[in-house]
């Protein structure tokens, strides 16, 4: 609402409600008005009511009257306005008082504003120093972001590189599968072949055996002949072991005695020897 209303406004809203035939109050003056801040409305009231009682003894000329007419007039409307100053009065002391209060109110207003208007600004530097923070995390999340795009475009990247690798893999691994499966038929027809060679192998084995089974009653007939010669021939081994034992004696004995007679021989020439030596002759004198 504007502060600055004029004072004749307030004087026309206040006997605006005077002549409602109701008390003016701020209140009452401010609604008629539809504007003004309380200490404006309630000052310039202050002045209405006091140019009220002015007013009202102006307004005693009145026009020529008989003169009991004028007295009995006169006396009516000095009682009226003695009433009416009563009532100013008392409407005054009234508005006073709401004037007191509201100017209380106005204070306590006031200070609960200045209250309020420290906290704003406490949270004002806070919202400036949030705002500052908020701005730094800001940019470290900017910076934040950049890495992470960077780091996804090197996953990007990788991503790609492992999915060629992976079709290589792939590739090779159809490959394998071939070489694979070609090596498994190939050891198939081998195993089966093999089963073949074995089981011939087994064939004539088993044919070998039952040749061998006869051929080897044959020769347990054989064996037993052979183990009689062979018993026959170790009697017979028995018998020259025991004549080479004697002749093995007898040679040795007949050693024995060819070195004794070798030793008498010796022993004989030396002395044959001894006997041809000519005698030594003495020298002339």
């Known amino acids: 609402m504007a502060v600055g209303v004029p004072e004749n406004d307030v004087f026309a809203a206040a006997d605006a409600v005077l002549a409602r035939g109701e008390r003016p109050t701020v209140e009452r003056v401010r609604l008629e008005l539809g504007r003004g801040s309380p200490a404006r409305v309630g000052g310039l009231l202050d002045q209405w009511w006091s140019r009220l009682a002015e007013r009202l003894n102006g307004e005693t000329r009145l026009p020529a009257l008989p003169g009991e007419v004028t007295q009995a007039f006169v006396a009516v409307w000095q009682q009226a306005i003695h009433l009416a100053q009563g009532v100013a009065e008392q409407a005054l002391a009234e508005h006073r008082q709401v004037l007191i209060a509201e100017r209380e109110r106005v204070a306590a207003v006031e200070d609960q504003a200045r209250q309020d208007a420290a906290q704003f600004r406490q949270q004002a530097a806070e919202a400036v120093a949030g705002r500052q923070a908020a701005e730094a995390r800001l940019a ?14 090197d996953l990007h990247q990788q991503r790609e590189g492992w999915l ?39 064939d004539r084995a088993h044919r070998e055996v039952d040749r061998a089974r006869e051929e080897g009653k044959a020769s347990a007939t054989q064996l037993k002949e052979v183990g009689r010669h062979v018993e026959q021939l170790q009697r017979r081994l028995e018998l020259i072991q025991a004549e080479l034992n004697q002749s093995q004696q007898r040679a040795a004995a007949q050693h024995a005695r060819a070195e004794t007679l070798e030793q008498q021989l010796t022993q004989l020439r030396q002395v044959a020897v001894t006997k041809r030596k000519p005698r030594s002759r003495n020298p002339p004198t």
Not at 140 to 153: C, F, G, R
Not at 169 to 197: D, I, S
């Open 164 to 202: 060629y690798e992976r079709r290589e893999v792939q590739q090779h691994n159809q490959t394998l599968q071939q070489e694979l499966q070609v090596l498994r038929l190939k050891a198939e027809q081998e195993r089966v072949a093999q089963e073949l060679y074995i089981r011939g192998v087994e």
């Open 140 to 153: 470290d999340l900017e910076l934040l972001l950049a890495q992470y795009q960077t780091q996804i475009k």
